[in-house]
């Protein structure tokens, strides 16, 4: 067994822990997890909304919850994060978020009305406490998330990023610290992270646990909709007592009633 995954008893059906260790010598950051039951929790969402994708953006989305994971527990446990990726084959759009000191992720995939472009986008948005948010974008080609994330990496970032398959759904992420060996980090093949403990010093810096949610509420979704009725509740319900929205972040829906929305606005004031 190499990189030892964590087989102590979960405290929750939806935790998964990641591991977070420093490769000595190397200096690179390593993270390994376990992603069977943040797919489950994932899974179950999307039979909740009804949602079925395609096995392409399926691999993609999955793609997209394990890079997105691992890159927050290689972050400061201050941050909350969020990327929105564009790609152009297959045409759609994903987006994920997450908070490190809520320990939570979500996210969504799009394939209505994307942008059709000569090229993919990644804009990536990180906020630290209280801190404005940052935000940095650059364009890429290709069809995989990985590879997506490892070019935003590269060239964003400015250093170095793989992610590799340990075993089904047990991934390793390696990311580049100052003075990493690139060379050794540009040469790793999935056989070589296999025997990463035989090989290389690791040394365990932390163990983090996340599990999908997503934190959408009725509530939620009546002071993101304030701005959009400065016109009056009668002009925002156009003679409807009920209206439909999304939540943008999981996509799951949610009835607006007027009567409970004038009530809640009657509250906040």
């Avoid at 999307?46 to 691999?59: F, G, R, S, Y």
């Avoid at 992720?105 to 799009?110: D, H, T």
């Avoid at 290709?142 to 047990?170: I, K, L, N, P, T």
């Avoid at 939620?220 to 319900?237: E, I, N, T």
């Amino acid at each position: 067994m190499t990189i030892p995954a964590d087989d102590s008893a979960a405290e929750g059906p939806t935790d998964i822990e990641l591991r977070v260790y420093f490769v000595r010598k190397r200096n690179a950051l390593l993270v390994r997890g376990v992603f069977s039951d943040l797919f489950m929790d994932y899974y179950l969402h999307c039979a909740d909304l009804k949602v079925q994708l395609t096995p392409e953006l399926d691999a993609m989305m999955k793609e997209a919850l394990v890079s997105f994971t691992m890159h927050l527990a290689s972050r400061p446990w201050s941050e909350r994060h969020a990327w929105t990726v564009n790609f152009q084959t297959p045409l759609a759009n994903f987006f994920v978020t997450g908070d490190n000191q809520g320990a939570s992720v979500a996210g969504r995939c799009f394939t209505e009305n994307v942008r059709v472009a000569d090229r993919g986008m990644f804009h990536a948005v990180v906020q630290k406490a209280t801190d404005p948010l940052r935000q940095s974008s650059i364009d890429f080609s290709g069809a995989s998330f990985f590879g997506a994330v490892e070019e935003f990496y590269a060239r964003s970032e400015q250093r170095r990023a793989r992610f590799f398959e340990h075993s089904e759904e047990d991934y390793v992420f390696l990311s580049a610290q100052p003075q990493c060996d690139t060379a050794w980090l540009e040469s790793l093949t999935a056989e070589d992270v296999r025997r990463l403990d035989q090989t290389e010093e690791l040394s365990l810096l932390e163990q983090r646990k996340y599990h999908w949610e997503c934190g959408c509420s009725a509530e939620k979704l009546y002071a993101a909709l304030m701005p959009q009725v400065s016109g009056g509740l009668d002009a925002f319900f156009e003679g409807a007592e009920v209206l439909r929205a999304m939540c943008p972040r999981c996509g799951r829906r949610y009835n607006i009633d007027r009567e409970q929305f004038e009530a809640w606005i009657a509250e906040q004031a």
